[in-house]
Nanobody, 132 residues
Framework: QLQLVESGGGLVQSGGSLRLSCAAS????????IGWFRQAPGKERETISC????????HYGDSVKGRFTISRDNAKNTAYLQMNSLRPEDTAVYSC?????????????????????????WGGGTAVSVSS
């Protein structure tokens, strides 16, 4: 079964940190762009970060730039989102997704400009709640 599973969400105080994980099973992430998306209650889904298959390119949304770091460990078939200096407005369900990347395809077209469900694979999400 091909799937992505997120973990690491939870309740944290404002200013705290969490690290989310995105583990793939049934396929290798080595040739896939990975993106993290979030959706807060009553708000539109937001693409917050993307990373290329070779980790050579990354993207961050303005709302998380300087606070969140995306990374991946292809040997562990897992991607991560380190979230620091969390704010109450970061409260949301966070989902990871993957899209196959071939040579010449750029991060923007494969991830940044896409909705979660336009990616090849996506997970069920993990909830993050930040208290003030």
């Amino acid at each position: 079964q091909l799937q992505l599973v997120e973990s690491g969400g939870g309740l944290v105080q404002s200013g705290g940190s969490l690290r989310l994980s995105c583990a793939a099973s049934g396929f290798r992430l080595d040739y896939y762009v990975i993106g993290w998306f979030r959706q807060a209650p009553g708000k539109e889904r937001e693409t917050i970060s993307c990373i290329s298959s070779d980790s050579g390119s990354t993207h961050y949304g303005d709302s998380v730039k300087g606070r969140f770091t995306i990374s991946r460990d292809n040997a562990k078939n897992t991607a991560y989102l380190q979230m620091n200096s969390l704010r109450p407005e970061d409260t949301a369900v966070y989902s990871c997704a993957a899209t196959h990347q071939v040579r010449g395809q750029d991060l923007f077209s494969l991830c940044v400009s896409r909705d979660l469900y336009a990616m090849d694979y996506w997970g069920g999400g993990t909830a993050v709640s930040v208290s003030s």
